[in-house]
T-cell receptor, first 117, second 112 residues
Framework: NAGVTQTPKFRILKIGQSMTLQCAQD?????MYWYRQDPGMGLKLIYY???????DKGEVPNGYNVSRSTTEDFPLRLELAAPSQTSVYFC????????????????FGPGTRLTVL | KQEVTQIPAALSVPEGENLVLNCSFT??????LQWFRQDPGKGLTSLLL?????REQTSGRLNASLDKSSGRSTLYIAASQPGDSATYLC???????????FGKGITLSVRP
């Protein structure tokens, strides 16, 4: 198993540009997540999904959009990039037997380092 | 709102020392607590997961304990090695739909 994969690893955007961060998992996990990590600030949840076709906002969703058309893929879309979106983005996945009652371990991808200039 | 605190932010110890990393959280209604390791420029690796009904978990030289009522967890690392140098993050799972709240992490440096 490849686990959780993310592309690209690095990207530099100009203000106002758009891009999609790709995330895929091959563990048949139902839950998937997007986090951002800023220096000294810990990880904050952007969006999450409890299954294909179902997504919901996390703590810091503004400026981002997601979709979940398949179990495996959970892309994150940045529209009109701003310097405040400079961060490291992590995708994660986990499995829950009983929705809403907690899940097993979250597995993280290697991250995408994004700079907006 | 759940808040997770890890103090101190950084720690430096000599090789071979046994050490304890602390984590505290404000809302005791958690489903589980996880300890992660993050190496510089890398993603997070899960070390231990403690369910809310458990008191501790062990993996090799690592032992994590959970006291839900007091909102505390500790990660014990026995006989520390330079390879243990990394940032250790604590995260708690709270509420419906399994949202993790992370602490800011403790950056550990083990000196040879």
């Amino acid at each position: 198993n490849a686990g959780v994969t993310q592309t690209p690893k690095f990207r530099i955007l100009k203000i106002g540009q758009s891009m999609t961060l790709q995330c895929a998992q091959d563990m048949n996990h139902n839950y998937m997540y997007w986090y951002r990590q800023d220096p000294g600030m810990g990880l904050k949840l952007i969006y999450y999904s409890v299954g294909a076709g179902i997504t919901d906002k996390g703590e810091v969703p503004n400026g981002y959009n997601v979709s979940r058309s398949t179990t495996e893929d959970f892309p994150l879309r940045l529209e009109l990039a701003a310097p405040s979106q400079t961060s490291v983005y992590f995708c994660a996945s986990s499995y829950s037997r009983d929705r809403g009652l907690g899940t097993d371990t979250q597995y993280f991808g290697p991250g995408t380092r994004l700079t907006v200039l | 709102k759940q808040e997770v605190t890890q103090i101190p932010a950084a720690l430096s110890v000599p090789e071979g020392e046994n050490l304890v990393l602390n984590c505290s959280f404000t809302d005791s209604a958690i489903y589980n607590l996880q300890w992660f390791r993050q190496d510089p420029g890398k993603g997070l690796t899960s070390l231990l997961l403690i369910q809310s009904s458990q008191r501790e978990q062990t993996s090799g030289r690592l032992n994590a304990s959970l006291d839900k009522s007091s909102g505390r967890s500790t990660l014990y690392i026995a006989a520390s090695q330079p390879g243990d140098s990394a940032t250790y993050l604590c995260a708690v799972l709270t509420g419906a739909n399994s949202k993790l709240t992370f602490g800011k992490g403790i950056t550990l440096s083990v000196r040879p």
